[in-house]
């Protein structure tokens, strides 16, 4: 029960980490409306765990427990968010943000190309 309790969880958080759009492309944005962002994305995540523990009649994981699980992800979703912006920063004042030239090699028909990709 556990097991298929943890893989739902799983799943759940990575629905809702897309959907509020933690997945996209990583981009400079205001430290407050991330947080904001990923507040909003965990109190949903730990609201929806709720209900499913009442709906399944779980009485083994303690309110503690889901407690610590949205404060800890709080906590890294936000140390990440904020150096990712660090480093987008830090990488775009050094004249980095511009298109640079990669070789890519492969995909399907073996062959190779040329792409121009943003680098960090």
């Given at each position: 029960?556990?097991?298929?309790?943890?893989?739902?969880?799983?799943?759940?958080?990575?629905?809702?980490?897309?959907?509020?759009?933690?997945?996209?492309?990583?981009?400079?944005?205001?430290?407050?409306?991330?947080?904001?962002?990923?507040?909003?994305?965990?109190?949903?995540?730990?609201?929806?765990?709720?209900?499913?523990?009442?709906?399944?009649?779980?009485?083994?994981?303690?309110?503690?427990?889901?407690?610590?699980?949205?404060?800890?992800?709080?906590?890294?979703?936000?140390?990440?968010?904020?150096?990712?912006?660090?480093?987008?920063?830090?990488?775009?004042?050094?004249?980095?943000?511009?298109?640079?030239q990669?070789?890519?090699?492969?995909?399907?028909?073996?062959?190779?190309e040329?792409?121009?990709?943003?680098?960090?």
């Amino acid at each position: 029960m556990i097991g298929e309790l943890a893989l739902l969880i799983l799943l759940l958080w990575g629905v809702l980490l897309y959907l509020s759009g933690m997945y996209k492309f990583p981009k400079i944005m205001v430290l407050g409306n991330a947080y904001t962002a990923i507040l909003k994305t965990v109190a949903l995540g730990i609201a929806i765990i709720i209900i499913i523990l009442f709906l399944l009649h779980e009485q083994t994981i303690s309110r503690t427990l889901i407690l610590g699980f949205g404060i800890l992800n709080f906590i890294f979703l936000s140390v990440e968010r904020a150096l990712l912006n660090y480093l987008l920063k830090r990488s775009s004042s050094r004249g980095k943000d511009d298109v640079s030239q990669v070789l890519v090699i492969g995909t399907g028909e073996k062959r190779v190309e040329w792409k121009e990709v943003y680098l960090l």
